[in-house]
């Protein structure tokens, strides 16, 4: 694969053999070349579990404590009395069948959807539309409520969800690397506090494998799995 002139340049800082620590990473990414935009920083854990056992799936949301630095569009799918309390809390989209019929023909200018219970009867007809694109609200990651209003604004606010896939691995956004290292470094820790958090109780050996960051634009980076952990404490 052909690389760029920065990629390589960011590479050459790097010790491939290498693990980091948090805040090494962090600088790295901070002090390298600039893109032509605010790269969004990503990170994936790998963890041991096994997707498949039903207890091993690990899926929820956390709300990251410096927001994720950018415009969320929220999609509200209720209706009655609760399609007023979505727009006072600051939703995009409100409404149902006519936004139904939008995702039915192929409209995606959202980034979450928010269901009340009442209405997944609807809903659940698009799974197969809208569960690919990881956009299907679900109890587990709090996106189906009837308390509209606080997770409008906790989404809005910075709240992620996140899914292991099926090869163990869970890879989400935490930030711009416009952000202050210290409040990328906050969000990292938050995500991977809840991530600990949620180990099965019926897993054997080791939970959290490994770890990466990196930039839209950069190679990864990987980190030191213990001073990771240690962070936590």
Same mark, same amino acid.
């Given at each position: 694969?052909?690389?760029?002139?920065?990629?390589?340049?960011?590479? !050459?800082?790097? +010790?491939?053999?290498?693990?980091?620590?948090? +805040?090494?990473?962090?600088?790295?990414?901070?002090?390298?070349? =600039?893109?032509?935009? +605010?790269?969004?920083? +990503?990170?994936?854990?790998?963890?041991?579990?096994?997707?498949?056992?039903?207890?091993?799936?690990?899926?929820?949301?956390?709300?990251?404590?410096?927001?994720?630095?950018?415009?969320?569009?929220?999609?509200?799918?209720?209706?009655?009395?609760?399609?007023?309390?979505?727009?006072?809390?600051?939703?995009?989209?409100?409404?149902?069948?006519?936004?139904?019929?939008?995702?039915?023909?192929?409209?995606?200018?959202?980034?979450? /959807?928010?269901?009340?219970?009442?209405?997944? !009867?609807?809903?659940?007809?698009?799974?197969?539309?809208?569960?690919?694109?990881?956009?299907?609200?679900?109890? =587990?990651?709090?996106?189906?409520?009837?308390?509209?209003?606080?997770?409008?604004?906790?989404?809005?606010?910075?709240? /992620?969800?996140?899914?292991?896939?099926?090869?163990?691995? /869970?890879?989400?956004?935490?930030?711009?690397?416009?952000?202050?290292?210290?409040?990328? =470094?906050?969000?990292?820790?938050?995500?991977?506090?809840? /991530?600990?958090?949620?180990?099965?109780? !019926?897993?054997?050996?080791?939970?959290?494998?490994?770890?990466?960051?990196?930039?839209?634009?950069?190679?990864?980076?990987?980190?030191?799995?213990?001073?990771?952990?240690?962070?936590?404490?």
């Amino acid at each position: 694969m052909k690389r760029s002139k920065r990629y390589k340049e960011i590479i !050459s800082q790097m +010790d491939r053999g290498k693990k980091y620590s948090l +805040d090494e990473a962090i600088q790295i990414l901070k002090s390298a070349p =600039k893109a032509q935009f +605010d790269e969004t920083i +990503d990170f994936a854990l790998n963890l041991g579990v096994n997707p498949r056992h039903a207890d091993q799936m690990i899926r929820g949301a956390v709300s990251l404590p410096h927001g994720l630095g950018k415009t969320v569009r929220v999609l509200v799918l209720t209706k009655g009395a609760k399609e007023k309390e979505a727009k006072d809390a600051g939703a995009d989209y409100v409404g149902l069948e006519d936004y139904l019929e939008k995702i039915q023909e192929g409209w995606f200018e959202f980034d979450v /959807i928010i269901a009340t219970p009442d209405v997944m !009867s609807s809903v659940g007809k698009f799974g197969k539309i809208l569960g690919p694109k990881g956009l299907m609200p679900n109890p =587990k990651s709090g996106t189906v409520t009837f308390d509209i209003e606080q997770t409008v604004k906790e989404v809005k606010a910075g709240k /992620i969800e996140f899914r292991v896939d099926r090869n163990g691995i /869970i890879h989400v956004g935490v930030g711009k690397i416009s952000f202050e290292a210290d409040k990328l =470094k906050d969000n990292v820790k938050a995500f991977v506090d809840k /991530i600990v958090r949620m180990r099965p109780a !019926s897993l054997k050996g080791q939970y959290l494998r490994s770890a990466t960051i990196s930039g839209t634009m950069t190679p990864g980076i990987k980190l030191d799995r213990s001073l990771l952990l240690d962070e936590l404490k």
